[in-house]
């Protein structure tokens, strides 16, 4: 073979080689980027009740005969909609195996509503009694079952949502991984995950308001909230008393002028430097019994010791030290 051949077949190899990676990178151009064939408009719209894609610059049918991945079936309220799927709930971490196990029904009846027979209600307490042993393997997923059952009882009292019971139960499985539990008791610890989840989430609660519905006793609540956050590294801010005003507010059933005037008296004391070193529940509870005198609204100190669970003496003091850093911004 010439030298002129060979060159010739080398550049043709190149000129095929450069042809490919060309239509490789329009391919992967076309799939990341549907276009219209028509008038090469990307402003395309799905129509899922007819199952196509039109462009809506020329409205041309792009794709048709669709695969629906929805549901066979129609509802028209969420009551319909639970009782037509045929799906489970999603993964949570508020239970020991994540929802992903099954659960044998409390209800004695069968697929049609019937009731079962003697024989076969029997026989379906045995099955759920091993249904439960099973979900329980070993002493770790008992503990924490045990915990997590703790955590939604305390947050059910606290009136806590959902996702502060999502934070709370994940800070306890990092704790029992991290083998925090020795020398502690499961309440304890859960309590503590509870109190630190309700902080970072911005829903405090009192140490006081968890210590009542806590099987432990606040000393030990503390201790080992300190240790927890300390292990695990958890960055939690301290508690701001203007995030305990809206539920005191709430719960006293003041109007909103009452609740601007709060924060605003609280805001004035954080400029202040009033609050430095004193119980932010104090002076939540001291500006809400301020702001109600400056609405016009009766409330009294011993209704809002009450809802937030400090002495009366507390709120006359810090009451009057947040006047007198209001009369002093506005000297």
């Not at 196509?52 to 048709?64: F, P, R, S």
């Not at 709930?89 to 409390?106: C, F, Q, R, V, Y």
């Not at 006293?252 to 430097?273: F, I, M, N, P, V």
């Amino acid at each position: 073979m010439t030298e002129s051949a060979r060159s010739y077949r080398t550049r043709s190899a190149r000129a095929r080689e450069d042809t490919g990676e060309r239509e490789e990178e329009d391919a992967v151009e076309d799939e990341e980027t549907l276009r219209c064939p028509e008038c090469g408009s990307t402003n395309l719209a799905a129509d899922d009740g007819r199952g196509e894609t039109v462009c809506e610059d020329c409205g041309l049918v792009v794709e048709e005969d669709e695969i629906d991945h929805g549901p066979e079936w129609r509802a028209f309220d969420s009551a319909e909609k639970d009782e037509k799927s045929r799906v489970g709930a999603p993964t949570t971490n508020m239970m020991h195996d994540k929802g992903l196990s099954t659960n044998i029904g409390w209800q004695d009846k069968d697929a049609y509503g019937n009731s079962l027979s003697s024989n076969q209600r029997q026989k379906m307490q045995r099955l759920r009694t091993w249904n439960e042993r099973f979900r329980t393997r070993d002493s770790k997923e008992r503990n924490l079952k045990q915990a997590l059952g703790e955590i939604d009882r305390m947050a059910s009292a606290l009136g806590l949502p959902d996702n502060v019971r999502e934070t709370a139960s994940v800070i306890y499985r990092r704790a029992l991984d991290d083998d925090l539990l020795p020398g502690r008791s499961i309440e304890g610890v859960a309590t503590s995950a509870l109190y630190a989840a309700a902080r970072m989430a911005g829903t405090p609660r009192s140490l006081d308001e968890i210590t009542v519905v806590s099987r432990v006793d606040k000393d030990e609540i503390s201790r080992t909230y300190r240790y927890v956050v300390r292990e695990l590294g958890l960055e939690i801010e301290p508690a701001d008393p203007e995030q305990y005003v809206p539920r005191f507010a709430s719960e006293l059933g003041l109007t909103d002028e009452s609740e601007r005037h709060a924060r605003q008296l609280l805001k004035t004391a954080k400029e202040q430097g009033i609050h430095s070193g004193k119980s932010p529940v104090g002076l939540a509870a001291a500006a809400i019994y301020a702001a109600s005198l400056l609405a016009n609204e009766k409330v009294t100190q011993s209704e809002v010791s009450e809802v937030a669970n400090i002495s009366e003496v507390t709120i006359r003091n810090r009451y009057h030290e947040l006047l007198e850093a209001e009369e002093g911004l506005t000297a």
